[in-house]
């Protein structure tokens, strides 16, 4: 998956902790899509694709702390055991910190939306 200079600039220009913690998620993102998945900035956010144009996963830096979206909030109530402790939504994890997130978890989640694992 080809990096958007969007998403780069994005990320670049957010407070330290923050860009450290999307940066991450980015990584992993990239380390589990396949090659059809596209990463695009839309909606003021990171967003990815896949080959039919429909959406996966997008993240976000906001006021309260971050995002990362799912299409699938079905997916996602199957981990919310192991995302304990944090703020879900339908289809949303809300975090403050990197380091609040299971990671292991974060990539069986990821591949599973992208339809990898």
């Known amino acids: 998956m080809k990096k958007d200079t969007e998403v780069t600039q994005y990320i670049q220009a957010l407070k330290p902790d923050r860009a450290k913690a ?17 990463e695009t900035f839309q909606y003021k956010m990171p967003t990815y694709k ?7 996963l997008s993240m976000a830096s906001q006021k309260a702390g971050m995002s990362l979206y799912t299409c699938d909030g079905e997916l996602l109530e199957n981990y919310r055991e ?32 992208m339809g990898t694992g």
Do not use: W, Y
């Open 50 to 56: 896949d080959a039919n144009g429909e959406f996966l």
């Open 22 to 38: 999307l940066k991450a998620i980015r990584k992993l993102i990239h380390e589990v899509a396949s090659g059809d998945v596209t």
């Open 82 to 113: 192991e995302f304990s402790g944090l703020d879900l939504g339908k289809g949303c994890i809300r975090f403050k910190k990197l380091e609040q997130l299971p990671m292991d978890t974060l990539r069986t989640l990821v591949a599973n939306t």
